[in-house]
């Protein structure tokens, strides 16, 4: 996960931005101040309104209400000038499968204006950069998912945009295109990129983000980096591994707290997992003279997050800012 950086100015901040659709409220004043080159992950249950945020900070629908600034631009009032300045890779993927992945390229910068020699230089550059050389005269239709994605995100990059919006991006991929993926995200983030990130897989928000952002019943229930995020849920304990029964047993005697486990030689003791308490456990075992063979933390991930704070009746915002 990248580190964050909140001396950066704004790629893209939003204040009471609202959205219904009839009756149904779908972004109930939502506000958000998103770095540049950083990663920010929007996470929420099927319906929350993720999507409908993408679409409306990427100019393709309008909200009700609220204020917008996407790289220094008024979203309202110049939205010419935002979409000069975004990416968007959608849920559902934009190759033309009758197309190669070099025309699907090539047509993309026909579109931008590039003139011919340009969109070829273009197209051959990020076929390169997404390792797509040896697929880029196949039509797209042979493609696996991994590689139809590549293409998405490379398509979306020929305009050379600041931001990116990479909605639900590795939804359907296996495992090893997924981590692929990752890989391409933060190769973006590296060059100054801004990525605005929607998922429903944790471990990749885990993974990536600088900042994490819980929408639920239509606003922003949790933000924070992924790390401070798991500190509001409670439960997380450390495990001390012993050589033997009797080192155990005078562990759990002195100590007064945790669960042993006899047959595994091991005492679980409640703990947030800062380097603060585990070092302070430590000095107390070694202090105590008592032998310990391995230690494990066992902290709330963001799946515990996510579920504790999707849960709250009133969807009152928890933020560690």
Not at 97 to 114: H, I, R
Request: a negative charge.
């Amino acid at each position: 996960m990248a580190t964050p950086h909140p001396a950066r100015p704004a790629a893209i901040t939003a204040t009471g931005l609202r959205k219904s659709f009839g009756e149904k409220t779908v972004l109930d004043g939502i506000d958000l101040h998103i770095p540049q080159g950083t990663i920010f992950s929007l996470l929420g249950p099927n319906g929350a309104g993720k999507t409908t945020a993408v679409q409306i900070l990427s100019t393709l629908i309008t909200a009700d209400a609220g204020d917008v600034r996407i790289a220094g631009h008024d979203l309202r009032r110049e939205p010419d000038a935002v979409r000069a300045a975004i990416g968007v890779t959608g849920q559902f993927s934009a190759v033309d499968n009758l197309l190669t992945g070099e025309e699907n390229l090539t047509l993309m910068a026909d579109l931008y204006g590039f003139g011919r020699r340009r969109g070829r230089q273009i197209a051959a550059e990020l076929v390169e950069r997404f390792d797509l050389v040896d697929a880029a005269r196949r039509p797209a239709a042979t493609y696996s998912g991994g590689m139809r994605r590549r293409l998405d995100i490379a398509m979306t990059l020929v305009g050379s945009p600041s931001i990116i919006f990479l909605d639900e991006p590795t939804t359907g991929l296996d495992p090893r295109s997924r981590h692929g993926m990752w890989e391409i995200v933060r190769e973006l983030v590296a060059d100054g990129v801004t990525v605005f990130l929607t998922t429903q897989y944790l471990e990749e928000a885990d993974q990536l983000a600088d900042r994490v952002a819980v929408l639920s019943g239509g606003r922003l229930v949790a933000q924070g980096t992924p790390a401070e995020l798991k500190r509001l849920v409670p439960g997380g304990h450390v495990h001390l591994r012993f050589a033997d029964l009797g080192g155990l047993e005078k562990a759990a005697r002195l100590l007064g707290i945790g669960t042993r486990d006899d047959e595994a030689l091991t005492l679980q003791v409640p703990g947030d997992g800062s380097l603060k308490s585990v070092k302070a456990l430590l000095d107390w075992v070694d202090a105590a003279e008592i032998e310990v063979e391995g230690l494990g933390i066992d902290t709330p991930d963001l799946d515990d997050v996510f579920f504790a704070v999707t849960g709250r009746p009133d969807h009152q915002e928890v933020t560690t800012r």
